[in-house]
């Protein structure tokens, strides 16, 4: 299996919360970290576990999936009522079919502001479908 097919599949299992799949997607021993918040999420028990016990209320859409070579990329984004949309920028490594390893970039969609000075070369907004 392609290893963009597998990031599809692990996608696709957390948005329809089959925890059984998700854990066929992810390797025995899967290493994820998370730089922004510095969490390191070790082992595929520990890896269904954080998706599952999220509280409900969101949705995933799948903006995008590149094979990179040795990785792959892709960017989700992630509503969730009362909270606000999350996008999801990860690297994932995949080695006979399942995840070993991944980066994930999880930031609120809009929530910081830009900087004064970019002010006069950038605008706000989104960006064209």
Known sequence: MESTEVVRRYWSSV??????????????DVEVFWPV????IRGRDNMV?????QPNGW???VLSIHDAGDVVVSEVQVPQ???????VVSFWTVADDVITSG???????????????????????????
């Open 81 to 87: 009522e009362d909270v606000g949309i999350f996008r």
């Open 37 to 40: 918040t510095r969490e390191i």
């Open 59 to 61: 949705s995933i859409d």
């Open 15 to 28: 948005w329809s919360r089959d925890w059984h799949a998700v854990g066929q997607t992810l390797a025995e």
């Open 49 to 53: 576990a954080v998706n599952s016990e």
């Open 103 to 129: 980066r994930e970039y999880w930031t609120m969609y809009g929530g910081e502001e830009g900087r004064d000075w970019r002010r006069k070369y950038a605008t706000v907004g989104d960006p064209p479908s």
